[in-house]
């Protein structure tokens, strides 16, 4: 099995993907803020158990050894978005509230920080159990 194809690295790569398309979508408000009419937009919110049901299913024996398994990697696709206004609409019918959008980037700015020392720190867990 190679380490990237482990679960818990496919479950961050999978939340770090979520959250840089996140991010585009939370600077499309931002450079929307003055736009009529435009609606503010944010992505659906990942769901922890689907996500690690998903890296679960179709994990199988490998039959050249019983202690090997392999297991499925998770989807790396677009994810759903949604229409998301902070406020009621301005008198020009835009819905993007700029200290919203910037708590919400600064957020997602802080997960991405955390999942990706989490992934090199467990990469660095890896590399000392096997020897490198």
Same mark, same amino acid.
């Given at each position: 099995?190679?380490?990237?194809?482990?679960?818990?690295?496919?479950?961050?790569?999978?939340?770090?993907?979520?959250?840089?398309?996140?991010?585009?979508?939370?600077?499309?408000?931002?450079?929307?803020?003055?736009?009529?009419?435009?609606?503010?937009?944010?992505?659906?919110?990942?769901?922890?158990?689907?996500?690690?049901?998903?890296?679960?299913?179709?994990?199988?024996?490998?039959?050249?050894?019983?202690?090997?398994?392999?297991?499925?990697?998770?989807?790396?696709?677009?994810? +759903?978005?949604?229409?998301?206004?902070?406020?009621?609409?301005?008198?020009?019918?835009?819905?993007?509230?700029?200290?919203? +959008?910037?708590?919400?980037?600064?957020?997602?700015?802080?997960?991405?920080?955390?999942?990706?020392?989490?992934?090199?720190?467990?990469?660095?867990?890896?590399?000392?159990?096997?020897?490198?």
């Amino acid at each position: 099995m190679d380490l990237p194809d482990v679960p818990l690295f496919a479950m961050l790569r999978e939340k770090m993907n979520w959250l840089h398309q996140r991010q585009d979508v939370l600077s499309e408000n931002v450079a929307n803020a003055d736009t009529p009419n435009y609606v503010a937009r944010d992505l659906k919110a990942l769901d922890f158990e689907e996500e690690l049901s998903g890296a679960t299913k179709g994990t199988a024996l490998v039959t050249t050894n019983a202690r090997h398994f392999a297991l499925t990697p998770m989807r790396m696709g677009k994810f +759903e978005d949604h229409e998301a206004p902070d406020q009621e609409s301005s008198p020009n019918g835009n819905s993007v509230a700029l200290e919203a +959008e910037m708590v919400k980037v600064s957020d997602t700015q802080s997960q991405f920080q955390a999942a990706a020392n989490l992934y090199a720190k467990t990469m660095s867990m890896m590399r000392t159990a096997i020897g490198h």
